[in-house]
């Protein structure tokens, strides 16, 4: 990874998920790019007998000046010596379409966001519900920071599978091969067990051979948790493991972030107040 972009709205959640970037670049020794993302005042003008809306040159310019000043103290506001900071204004694009913007900035590897998480990762995070729409529509990993997260080089990290996805062991190898950078992470492959999703330990150690035969990881094992609903059984499994990072697949552009559990969606999340790193099962990582 070579660089990251960070997206703010200046707030304290948006701020302590800079923090976090932080560490993640200091440790593998990218750069960080910060982009806020503005609307652009606009002018009603008479034109043909009608009105045309235009943009008002000179409050646009007023409203830049600002925003570029709220960017530098921001850049600074966290300690960052050696690692390169840049920062971007960006007007009239919308926040959960990175294909807008992400060709703006080579290399970008990783999109990191803050979400409040307190009641839902999807309903009042960086962007309200912007950040879910980011992750669903996002061909890059997208890294969802809590509040109550701070960064420290990841230990151990939980990736739930659904067994009969095909998808499943590729979604693997790419979480894998992005991690590498944390050369002693413990890699925990989890699955939970619901009264409306079971499955038998006969299909389990078939996948498991599967697995074993493609992914190639010293500290890779298997984790199965009986729960009531699968937030439960991820939340149980967080804590028991003492796992700092949960690592989920989404079928991109389909659903609000469908996960990898088939027709689970947004619910998967909604109290859980862990780093969440969502990949996209479709598409590549430059």
Same mark, same amino acid.
């Given at each position: 990874?070579?660089?990251?972009?960070?997206?703010?709205?200046?707030?304290?959640?948006?701020?302590?998920?800079?923090?976090?970037?932080?560490?993640?670049?200091?440790?593998?020794?990218?750069?960080?790019?910060?982009?806020?993302?503005?609307?652009?005042?606009?002018?009603?003008?008479?034109?043909?007998?009608?009105?045309?809306?235009?943009?008002?040159?000179?409050?646009?310019?007023?409203?830049?000046?600002?925003?570029?000043?709220?960017?530098?103290?921001?850049?600074?506001?966290?300690?960052?010596?050696?690692?390169?900071?840049?920062?971007?204004?960006?007007?009239?694009?919308?926040?959960?379409?990175?294909?807008?913007?992400?060709?703006?900035?080579?290399?970008?590897?990783?999109?990191?966001?803050?979400?409040?998480?307190?009641?839902?990762?999807?309903?009042?995070? @960086? #962007? !309200?519900?912007? =950040?879910?729409?980011?992750?669903?529509?996002?061909?890059? *990993?997208? %890294? +969802?920071?809590?509040?109550?997260?701070?960064?420290?080089?990841?230990?151990?990290?939980?990736?739930?599978?659904?067994?009969?996805?095909?998808?499943?062991?590729?979604?693997?190898?790419?979480?894998?091969?992005?991690?590498?950078?944390?050369?002693?992470?413990?890699?925990?492959?989890?699955?939970?067990?619901?009264?409306?999703?079971?499955?038998?330990?006969?299909?389990?150690?078939?996948?498991?051979?599967?697995?074993?035969?493609?992914?190639?990881?010293?500290?890779?094992?298997?984790?199965?948790?009986?729960?009531?609903?699968?937030?439960?059984?991820?939340?149980?499994?967080?804590?028991?493991?003492?796992?700092?990072?949960?690592?989920?697949?989404?079928?991109?552009?389909?659903?609000?972030?469908?996960? @990898? #559990? !088939?027709?689970? =969606?947004?619910?998967?999340?909604?109290?859980?107040?862990? *780093?969440? %790193? +969502?990949?996209?099962?479709?598409?590549?990582?430059?």
């Amino acid at each position: 990874m070579k660089s990251l972009l960070h997206l703010t709205d200046f707030s304290e959640v948006a701020r302590n998920a800079y923090g976090y970037a932080i560490g993640i670049a200091r440790h593998i020794g990218a750069e960080i790019h910060i982009a806020h993302i503005y609307e652009r005042p606009y002018a009603s003008i008479a034109y043909e007998g009608g009105l045309s809306a235009v943009v008002d040159a000179d409050m646009d310019l007023r409203i830049r000046t600002e925003l570029k000043k709220h960017l530098q103290a921001y850049a600074a506001s966290v300690a960052h010596e050696g690692i390169k900071v840049l920062t971007y204004l960006w007007g009239d694009l919308t926040v959960w379409k990175p294909e807008q913007y992400i060709d703006k900035i080579p290399n970008i590897t990783l999109i990191a966001v803050g979400t409040r998480g307190a009641t839902s990762l999807w309903h009042g995070g @960086l #962007f !309200g519900t912007n =950040t879910a729409r980011l992750i669903r529509n996002s061909p890059l *990993p997208v %890294l +969802a920071v809590h509040p109550s997260n701070t960064y420290s080089p990841f230990k151990k990290a939980l990736i739930p599978v659904d067994i009969f996805e095909d998808k499943t062991i590729p979604f693997v190898q790419k979480a894998i091969e992005f991690l590498k950078p944390w050369t002693d992470i413990c890699l925990s492959l989890l699955i939970v067990n619901t009264p409306y999703v079971f499955y038998d330990t006969p299909s389990i150690d078939k996948f498991l051979e599967k697995v074993k035969e493609v992914v190639k990881h010293d500290n890779l094992n298997l984790r199965v948790y009986n729960d009531i609903s699968v937030e439960e059984g991820l939340r149980q499994a967080m804590e028991n493991e003492k796992a700092d990072l949960l690592v989920m697949g989404t079928h991109s552009r389909k659903g609000l972030a469908q996960l @990898l #559990f !088939g027709s689970i =969606t947004e619910n998967v999340a909604q109290h859980i107040a862990y *780093p969440l %790193l +969502a990949f996209p099962l479709e598409g590549t990582i430059s």
